[in-house]
């Protein structure tokens, strides 16, 4: 036996030789007293209480039972309670449900405990009829307590008897048990803050024994402690790789230490200067207060409810945060709110914010790219409805202008000023075509190499600025040579014949051209046959013009009614091919320079809408094509001011309008201001022997006429 069993076997026998005998025979009486005295007072509560439930069992009220057992539950000294019908084997109502309770407590009696009393009572009416019982078990502490408080001033008694013998021994063992676990316990304190702890000079008793076991014990704390913090290390490098900031806060909004490095990366010096995740979130004068407000509302709510309805609330906090850092871009972060549990049972709050920026962004850009593919396609769907034939003969002429610029790029080591003008036309040509088949890309690429033209304009012919801005008209040429072509697959794609739509026109434009070639110039029968075969109905011409009109009106922030004469005519097949981009200008310049807002038009006494009408007609020399419009017609004194130095050799005023970079806009846009489109359409239609010229009547309007040269001829009958 050891001797930490042999002291406690010697203080047991003393204590309880002598303090056992005397307790049994001064407190038994005492507590038999204590019980009967807690019997008489159980036995009273309960008979008053089944004469209170006595009407409910009568008429079935579980209500009422329930309620009554409620009341009897206040008094402390009732430990349980139940209520039986007269017949049922089951309770029915339990202070505390237990199925496994007897159904002998509804027998009338008293059962005694070690710590309670059960007292059952039949339930009567008053003529005596049993409705059933009730059955309420009181508490034995008090009276226990009490037994026990004598018990140990008893055995206190016992113990100063005792004290000398205890101390004798516990001085004698002092050197071989208490002195070594007064050691132990050291030691432990030690390794609990963490230190390196290993006891030395053991003995081989039961203490020397618990010395080697608190060696190994401190040899797998420490092992363990260097694999958790490695896991940790692990953990901890996985959150800080994951594109997450996590930050922990309380009820009340106050930050805590964990955080994730991103979190850091995110807010950096923030958590230094702000204690609340509100602030984080919501920078005061950085967010819409309304967006703070709806945080703040939410958050106190947070701190409020218990864990286990966390999860509904969190359906109703913020899902999106837009964050501007002081010195960074703004991010848009998916955010999430978990529960965390703590140790003190207060509320605590994990939030995990994800970077999506780089994914909407790119949702954005694949939205959008879907809404150009998709409006292209409409477009080319309705190009189909009209005619195809125009937009082939679009893309053909594009190219073909597109090969003759680059070839002139190519030829020169310089850009040159008529290079320079060739290609400004061209490009200016080629966006007003472009709009009218909602071709956006072309526009835009268009618009900026007009852009870099127009900067170069100034600058000398070999100077570093030309040779910069030839660089970009090259690049930007095969950008349009591409786009053109995606442009040609999408008008394939909306074709329901395929690539065949390229091809498809009245009669094979190879063959007409062979026939142009070979009896166009004649002046027989079949001469005229072959250039009415060649030739479009102006109608066809016009089909993309109409849509491109309410479109540029409502950019200006006017209204325009177009009006369309002699859509049956026939055009000549040099003259159509020309004619779209003609038209395109005019229609374009009469709706940025002519028409007036309709609040001008009002005061001025005419019509809100204003009103532009194209006319074809077959003439003695070929077809006549006019434009003209109701609008304020030319400012003559403006033109004079933008035209500078250059001389009218006795022209009208309004040949000014036809000179390189001479426009009447203020500040050039996608619209005019240029001072190259009348120049355009000047130049593409002479080039099939067409002139035009441009009347104006200051408040009227404006009217320009296409009419065949004087030595060409180009009627076309039938």
Same mark, same amino acid.
């Given at each position: 036996?050891?001797?930490?069993?042999?002291?406690?076997?010697?203080?047991?026998?003393?204590?309880?030789?002598?303090?056992?005998?005397?307790?049994?025979?001064?407190?038994?009486?005492?507590?038999?007293?204590?019980?009967?005295?807690?019997?008489?007072?159980?036995?009273?509560?309960?008979?008053?209480?089944?004469?209170?439930?006595?009407?409910?069992?009568?008429?079935?009220?579980?209500?009422?039972?329930?309620?009554?057992?409620?009341?009897?539950?206040?008094?402390?000294?009732?430990?349980?309670?139940?209520?039986?019908?007269?017949?049922?084997?089951?309770?029915?109502?339990?202070?505390?449900?237990?199925?496994?309770?007897?159904?002998?407590?509804?027998?009338?009696?008293?059962?005694?405990?070690?710590?309670?009393?059960?007292?059952?009572?039949?339930?009567?009416?008053?003529?005596?009829?049993?409705?059933?019982?009730?059955?309420?078990?009181?508490?034995?502490?008090?009276?226990?307590? #009490?037994?026990?408080?004598?018990?140990?001033?008893?055995?206190?008694?016992?113990?100063?008897?005792? #004290?000398?013998?205890?101390?004798?021994?516990?001085?004698?063992?002092?050197?071989?048990?208490?002195?070594?676990?007064?050691?132990?316990?050291?030691?432990?304190?030690?390794?609990?803050?963490?230190?390196?702890?290993?006891?030395?000079?053991?003995?081989?008793?039961?203490?020397?024994?618990?010395?080697?076991?608190?060696?190994?014990?401190?040899?797998?704390?420490?092992?363990?402690?260097?694999?958790?913090?490695?896991?940790?290390?692990?953990?901890?490098?996985?959150?800080?790789?994951?594109?997450?900031?996590?930050?922990?806060?309380?009820?009340?909004?106050?930050?805590?230490?964990?955080?994730?490095?991103?979190?850091?990366?995110?807010?950096?010096?923030?958590?230094?200067?702000?204690?609340? =995740?509100?602030?984080?979130?919501?920078?005061?004068?950085?967010?819409?207060?309304?967006?703070?407000?709806?945080?703040?509302?939410?958050?106190?709510?947070?701190?409020?409810?218990?864990?286990?309805?966390?999860?509904?609330?969190?359906?109703?906090?913020?899902?999106?945060?837009? =964050?501007?850092?002081?010195?960074?871009?703004?991010?848009?972060?998916?955010?999430?709110?978990?529960?965390?549990?703590?140790?003190?049972?207060?509320?605590?709050?994990?939030?995990?914010?994800?970077?999506?920026?780089?994914?909407?962004?790119?949702?954005?850009?694949?939205?959008?790219?879907?809404?150009?593919?998709?409006?292209?396609?409409?477009?080319?769907?309705?190009?189909?409805?009209?005619?195809?034939?125009?937009?082939?003969?679009?893309?053909?002429?594009?190219?073909?202008?597109?090969?003759?610029?680059?070839?002139?790029?190519?030829?020169?080591?310089?850009?040159?000023?008529?290079?320079?003008?060739?290609?400004?036309?061209?490009?200016?040509?080629?966006?007003?075509?472009?709009?009218?088949?909602?071709?956006?890309?072309?526009?835009?690429?268009?618009?900026?190499?007009?852009?870099?033209?127009?900067?170069?304009?100034?600058?000398?012919?070999?100077?570093?600025?030309?040779?910069?801005?030839?660089?970009?008209?090259?690049?930007?040429?095969?950008?349009?040579?591409?786009?053109?072509?995606?442009?040609?697959?999408?008008?394939?794609?909306?074709?329901?014949?395929?690539?065949?739509?390229?091809?498809?026109?009245?009669?094979?434009?190879?063959?007409?051209?062979?026939?142009?070639?070979?009896?166009?110039?004649?002046?027989?029968?079949?001469?005229?046959?072959?250039?009415?075969?060649?030739?479009?109905?102006?109608?066809?011409?016009?089909?993309?013009?109409?849509?491109?009109?309410?479109?540029?009106?409502?950019?200006?922030?006017?209204?325009?009614?177009?009006?369309?004469?002699?859509?049956?005519?026939?055009?000549?097949?040099?003259?159509?091919?020309?004619?779209?981009?003609?038209?395109?200008?005019?229609?374009?310049?009469?709706?940025?320079?002519?028409?007036?807002?309709?609040?001008?038009?009002?005061?001025?006494?005419?019509?809100?809408?204003?009103?532009?009408?194209?006319?074809?007609?077959?003439?003695?020399?070929?077809?006549?094509?006019?434009?003209?419009?109701?609008?304020?017609?030319?400012?003559?004194?403006?033109?004079?001011?933008?035209?500078?130095?250059?001389?009218?050799?006795?022209?009208?005023?309004?040949?000014?309008?036809?000179?390189?970079?001479?426009?009447?806009?203020?500040?050039?846009?996608?619209?005019?201001?240029?001072?190259?489109?009348?120049?355009?359409?000047?130049?593409?239609?002479?080039?099939?022997?067409?002139?035009?010229?441009?009347?104006?009547?200051?408040?009227?309007?404006?009217?320009?006429?296409?009419?065949?040269?004087?030595?060409?001829?180009?009627?076309?009958?039938?």
């Amino acid at each position: 036996m050891s001797l930490a069993s042999r002291l406690a076997l010697w203080i047991f026998a003393l204590v309880a030789g002598v303090s056992l005998v005397v307790a049994f025979q001064l407190t038994g009486r005492e507590h038999d007293h204590y019980v009967a005295s807690k019997e008489r007072a159980g036995r009273m509560l309960t008979e008053l209480f089944a004469a209170s439930i006595a009407p409910a069992l009568d008429f079935a009220d579980q209500d009422a039972l329930t309620a009554s057992l409620g009341m009897l539950s206040q008094n402390p000294e009732v430990v349980d309670a139940a209520i039986w019908s007269a017949l049922g084997d089951k309770p029915l109502a339990e202070l505390h449900p237990n199925p496994k309770r007897s159904a002998r407590g509804r027998d009338p009696g008293v059962e005694l405990g070690s710590d309670h009393i059960d007292i059952a009572v039949l339930a009567k009416t008053p003529t005596g009829k049993a409705l059933g019982s009730a059955w309420v078990r009181v508490s034995l502490a008090q009276e226990n307590a #009490a037994f026990a408080a004598v018990r140990r001033r008893i055995f206190w008694l016992a113990f100063v008897l005792s #004290a000398l013998i205890a101390g004798l021994l516990v001085a004698m063992l002092r050197r071989t048990i208490i002195s070594p676990l007064a050691a132990l316990e050291r030691a432990a304190q030690r390794l609990a803050r963490g230190g390196v702890v290993e006891l030395g000079e053991l003995r081989r008793d039961e203490v020397g024994r618990l010395g080697h076991a608190f060696n190994h014990m401190a040899r797998v704390i420490r092992e363990r402690e260097e694999r958790i913090v490695a896991v940790n290390g692990r953990l901890q490098g996985l959150l800080d790789h994951m594109r997450q900031a996590i930050v922990v806060f309380d009820g009340e909004g106050h930050l805590a230490t964990e955080r994730s490095r991103f979190a850091h990366e995110l807010f950096g010096d923030a958590f230094g200067s702000h204690t609340d =995740i509100c602030d984080l979130l919501y920078p005061v004068g950085r967010s819409p207060e309304v967006e703070r407000e709806a945080f703040r509302t939410w958050l106190a709510e947070a701190g409020s409810i218990a864990p286990d309805g966390f999860d509904e609330l969190s359906e109703l906090a913020p899902r999106e945060v837009k =964050i501007r850092p002081e010195n960074g871009e703004e991010r848009l972060f998916e955010l999430e709110f978990r529960a965390v549990a703590s140790e003190d049972r207060k509320p605590r709050v994990m939030l995990l914010a994800t970077d999506v920026t780089s994914q909407r962004r790119l949702e954005r850009t694949a939205e959008a790219s879907e809404r150009e593919h998709q409006k292209q396609l409409t477009a080319m769907r309705r190009l189909l409805a009209g005619g195809g034939q125009v937009f082939v003969r679009f893309l053909a002429s594009a190219r073909e202008r597109l090969d003759s610029a680059v070839r002139e790029l190519s030829e020169r080591p310089f850009l040159s000023t008529e290079i320079l003008e060739n290609v400004f036309r061209f490009v200016h040509t080629l966006r007003a075509e472009a709009r009218s088949f909602d071709l956006g890309t072309v526009e835009r690429i268009a618009l900026a190499l007009e852009l870099e033209l127009a900067g170069a304009r100034p600058a000398p012919e070999q100077s570093p600025v030309r040779a910069s801005v030839r660089s970009k008209i090259s690049s930007g040429c095969g950008e349009l040579g591409r786009e053109l072509a995606t442009a040609e697959a999408l008008f394939v794609e909306s074709s329901p014949i395929g690539r065949r739509v390229l091809e498809q026109v009245t009669v094979s434009r190879e063959d007409v051209a062979a026939l142009v070639r070979r009896y166009g110039g004649q002046s027989d029968e079949l001469g005229a046959l072959v250039a009415r075969l060649a030739a479009r109905p102006f109608g066809e011409l016009l089909s993309a013009l109409p849509d491109s009109v309410e479109r540029w009106a409502v950019k200006e922030g006017k209204r325009v009614e177009l009006i369309v004469n002699g859509r049956e005519t026939l055009v000549p097949a040099e003259l159509s091919e020309r004619l779209g981009a003609a038209l395109s200008h005019l229609l374009r310049n009469a709706v940025a320079h002519g028409i007036e807002p309709p609040q001008y038009r009002r005061e001025h006494g005419k019509r809100e809408a204003g009103r532009i009408e194209v006319t074809c007609r077959q003439g003695a020399a070929g077809v006549v094509i006019s434009v003209s419009d109701d609008g304020a017609g030319f400012d003559e004194d403006a033109l004079r001011e933008k035209s500078g130095t250059f001389e009218l050799g006795g022209h009208n005023v309004v040949e000014l309008a036809f000179a390189a970079g001479v426009s009447t806009r203020e500040r050039p846009d996608d619209m005019a201001g240029h001072g190259v489109g009348l120049g355009a359409v000047r130049a593409e239609l002479g080039k099939a022997h067409y002139l035009v010229s441009i009347g104006s009547e200051r408040g009227k309007g404006v009217t320009a006429l296409i009419e065949p040269e004087p030595a060409k001829t180009g009627a076309i009958h039938g």
